[in-house]
């Protein structure tokens, strides 16, 4: 006889066995409408999960924030079941949902096509309008292997034979299709809705392998209503129009190409924009008493093994052997003991091994240790996306080696700085999750429950909303993420604070304390940008490549309307390029017209125009960047406010 609690403390007894769904009829006609999954004691689960025992129960509608993945999770099932009844033969293998959608990867012998889409989206359409009952069925291992490899479907039997042993195998059936599923799910497909939209395809390796099968992934969308798809789609236009790769191309600041996968070629323009940022940030950290260093790229594997990275970072590390010529011709031999060496994929080992030089104070503590370090990553090819996603990268990182009782200040510190960092750059809306520890980690449970506590009371203290993230630590301790949000509504995450009481141990780094005695330091690992490249790329597309002043390559482009103004365009570039600002001078024989609009594609944002009239006067014609008009200015006065407009936000405070 389950005794159910309710959110509000209410208490509802049965005399047998009770479902989410049976619980919300007993509630109310009106929930039991709205209902379209459950929590038991915490745990997400179906509407027609059994409750047997006491427990504390939530229904969930479709209000609650778990409605949109469950959304999603449906919709991918649904994808599926359309492909398989539109092209028969075609093998299902995994489908999640990602980030504002889901995708399925399908085994097809011939090519799916996007003008496949329409067809695959009519009969989503139909299986909703079918109002399908799901229905979960828990198979024993040997049996659900046998019924799979009879369907003819090979993928989701090997999936099985991988599971852990006493892993329970649950089969959706959504009618008479069915997929291997964790769950949970909704009770019909009426409830998904028809808020989708198939968007690409790409090619994909089964579990992400190479040397595995290709697949075909279909991506795919799925909202609560039709007006928040719209919005999206609206937004995934803008954001084509703003995307980084383009506006990089098109404003000349990077490119890429095959044969350095995954690292950016800077040109001038570009870089000029990296130094601008990373001198700001430089600013920044100096005036938060920082202390910059610099680490070398290559590092003996054994301060990986020591650190723990090697067991769970190796494959994604690019690693070399400790070589040497032969002198007798022969090739290379291996020198010394044969050790590896490793392009650093992180900081922190290094960081370290420099606090270690020397004989530390507790009065020493905090030291803040920062470095614009270049790390290198083996990403797969699949997953590399211009700045966003790239195998060599520069980040903003910094660890702050202190004691337990300087941990809470040390985090709201930080998180000032952060937030000033943040609305500078135009980022003033922030959402900041605590990430709990993950299944895969250094450290006992003892260790965690000390870490997580102390990091929580940290975030507490510094007055900021916060949501938890489960199982999404770091691999040493718990982290707090910080999240902005963009132009077009867009969420980026970029900085961490990430507490370790882990890996101080593990690569032997102490302090003596005021006892006498060696203690071992707190190391809190820090970003703010997270990485040049990535936070450049958000900037560009934030901003759809109409810079900042202080962040624009060329500030100001002097133009002539003839060539008797070039002396005069001459004059004014070299006394704006006195005044600090990044100016260029157009004195081509061309139509003013056609320089506003080539300079307006370069993103320039100051346009001063120059012709006989403004000569004669000193005056300059301005045109801002995205504006029709233009206003007159004279030169005097064209400096000082370009000057004073273009002071990065720190030095313009």
């Known amino acids: 006889m389950p005794n159910i609690t309710l959110p509000d403390g209410s208490v509802r007894s049965f005399d047998q066995t009770v479902t989410g769904a049976v619980l919300a009829e007993d509630i109310s006609k009106s929930l039991a409408k709205k209902a379209i999954a459950v929590k038991i004691d915490g745990r997400l689960s179906d509407l027609f999960e059994p409750i047997e025992h006491d427990a504390k129960v939530e229904i969930i ?105 006493g892993e329970e195998i649950k089969i959706y059936y ?35 392998d190479h040397r595995n099968a290709q697949l075909q992934r279909i991506y795919g969308t799925a909202w609560l209503s039709e007006k928040d798809l719209k919005a999206y789609l609206t937004r995934l236009e803008e ?34 924009m990296w130094l601008a940022l990373e001198n700001y940030i430089r600013r920044r950290l100096d005036g938060a008493d920082y202390r910059e260093v610099k680490t070398p790229q290559l590092l003996d594997s054994k301060f990986w093994e020591q650190s723990g990275h090697w067991d769970k970072f190796r494959e994604n590390m690019f690693v070399v052997p400790d070589e040497v010529p032969n002198l007798n011709d022969d090739g290379p031999v291996l020198k010394g003991d044969g050790r590896l060496m490793a392009i650093k994929p992180m900081n922190c080992p290094a960081h370290v091994q420099i606090f270690k030089q020397g004989i530390k104070s507790y009065r020493d503590l905090p030291i ?12 797969p090819h699949g997953a590399l996306h211009g700045l966003m996603r790239v195998r060599q990268f520069t980040q903003d990182d910094a660890h702050i080696f202190c004691r337990e009782d300087q941990i809470t200040e040390e985090s709201v510190a930080f998180c000032e700085l952060l937030e000033v960092i943040y609305k500078d750059l135009g980022f003033p809306e922030l959402v900041v999750k605590l990430a709990t520890r993950p299944p895969v980690r250094a450290g006992d449970d003892e260790v965690w429950d000390k870490a997580e506590e102390a990091l929580e009371n940290a975030l507490k203290a510094t007055g900021l909303d916060y949501g938890i993230l489960p199982d999404e630590g770091a691999f040493y301790g718990p982290k707090l993420e910080f999240h902005l949000k963009d132009a077009i509504g867009r969420t980026w995450q970029c900085g961490t604070l990430q507490l370790d009481f882990v890996l101080p141990e593990r690569l032997d780094a102490s302090f003596i304390g005021e006892d006498g005695n060696r203690h071992r330091p707190v190391m809190l690992h820090r970003a703010i940008l997270g ?51 990044r100016v260029e001078t157009d004195l081509r024989n061309e139509k003013i017209n056609y320089k506003v609009r080539e300079h307006s594609n370069l993103k320039v944002p100051i346009l001063a125009v120059v012709g006989a009239r403004e000569a004669e ?34 030095l313009a405070d």
């Open 617 to 650: 006067e000193n005056k300059l014609s301005i045109r801002r960047l995205g504006s029709k008009q233009s206003t007159q200015m004279t030169l005097d006065e064209a400096v000082a406010a370009f000057k004073s407009e273009s002071l990065p936000p720190d």
């Open 531 to 581: 990485s040049m490249e990535r936070f450049l790329g958000i900037l560009i597309e934030n901003h759809a490549g109409r810079m900042p002043l202080w962040l624009a390559p060329t500030q100001v482009v002097v133009a002539t309307i003839t060539t008797d103004a070039n002396p005069y365009a001459e004059k004014v570039a070299e006394r704006l390029r006195a005044a600090g600002l």
């Open 239 to 272: 954001a084509e129009k703003r995307d980084h790769r383009k506006l990089g191309k098109q404003m000349d600041l990077f490119h890429l190409q095959e044969e350095a996968q995954g690292s950016v070629f800077w040109h001038p323009k570009g870089y000029v």
């Open 61 to 165: 509608t479709r209000e609650g924030e778990e409605a949109l993945d469950l959304v999603r999770h449906d919709a991918a099932h649904l994808l599926a079941q359309a492909v398989q009844a539109l092209f028969p033969g075609t093998q299902v293998t995994i489908g999640p949902v990602i980030e504002d959608g889901f995708y399925y990867d399908f085994a097809r012998d011939e090519p799916f096509s996007t003008e496949d889409f329409a067809a695959i989206e009519k009969k989503m359409a139909e299986l909703v309008e079918a109002d399908l009952p799901t229905q979960k069925m828990v198979m024993p291992r040997d049996e659900a292997i046998a019924h799979f490899e009879q369907m003819g479907e090979t993928y989701k039997a090997e999936l099985i034979r991988d599971l852990p042993e």
């Open 174 to 208: 959504h009618g008479d299709w069915h997929d291997l599923c964790r769950g949970p799910h909704l009770s019909s497909t009426k409830q998904i809705g028809k808020a989708f939209k198939l968007l690409k395809l790409a090619g994909a390796y089964w579990r992400g």
């Open 368 to 379: 803040r240790m920062a470095e614009f370090g270049c790390c290198h990553r083996n990403e």
